[in-house]
């Protein structure tokens, strides 16, 4: 079984710059995630998808992160413009949606903002 | 709002010797998942915690649950190398969006 792809794996840009990351779930998984990892923390839940549907984005700072799920597959996250505080490691994960149910994490997107 | 709180935040210890890990959280919750992390990889899962008393067991690792104390424990037996890695417990208050603690970095030495 295919686990969760990621693209690009590496990104550097300058502030003010914009860029998008692509994940494509585990064939199946009705829940897609994205999560915004700093260097030495725990990784912090940006927003959750269940099929092409948002159920959370109270964390998504929504002046300059977007993130859509068109055709409830695979999704991209979009940071228009960034800063230099965004430079982290952004990991998508999946789900079936299974109570109780691990999720799946992709390799990540390694972003650095100069 | 939940927090979760892990410690040590760092552990170095010797190979054969055997440890625990501890994680608390402040709200009610009755899943919980441990996680691993090498230096530049991605998160894999480890173990899911579904019920107070929940006890499970890999290899040289086991993970129990204790809802009414808010406590999860990792627990290390007889340590060795391949076990260097950084641990995440993460609590998911029933709504499938998990909260990720601050980590433990293992580091195994001979």
């Known amino acids: 079984e295919a686990g969760v792809a990621q693209s690009p794996r590496y990104k550097i840009i300058e502030k003010r710059q914009s860029v998008a990351f692509w994940c494509n779930p585990i064939?199946?998984?009705?829940?897609l995630y994205w999560y915004q990892q700093i260097l030495g923390q725990g990784p912090k839940l940006l927003i959750q998808f269940q099929n092409n549907g948002v159920v959370d984005d109270s964390q998504l700072p929504k002046d300059r992160f977007s993130a859509e799920r068109l055709k409830g597959v695979d999704s991209t996250l979009k940071i228009q413009p960034a800063k230099l505080e965004d430079s982290a490691v952004y990991l998508c994960a999946s789900s079936s949606g299974t109570v109780g149910e691990t999720q799946y994490f992709g390799p990540g997107t390694r972003l650095l903002v100069l | 709002e939940l927090k979760v709180e892990q410690n040590p935040l760092f552990l170095s210890m010797q190979e054969g010797k055997n440890y625990t890990i501890y994680c608390n959280y402040s709200t009610t919750s009755d899943r919980l998942y441990w996680y691993r992390q090498d230096p530049g990889k991605s998160l894999e899962s480890l173990f899911v915690l579904l019920s107070n008393g929940a006890v499970k067991q890999e290899g040289r690792l086991m993970a129990s649950l204790d809802t009414k104390a808010r406590l999860s424990t990792l627990h290390i037996t007889a340590a060795v190398h391949d076990l260097s890695a950084t641990y995440f417990c993460a609590v998911d208050k029933n709504t499938d969006k998990l909260i990720f603690g601050t980590g433990t970095r293992l580091q195994v030495f001979p």
């Open positions: 064939s199946g998984h009705a829940t």
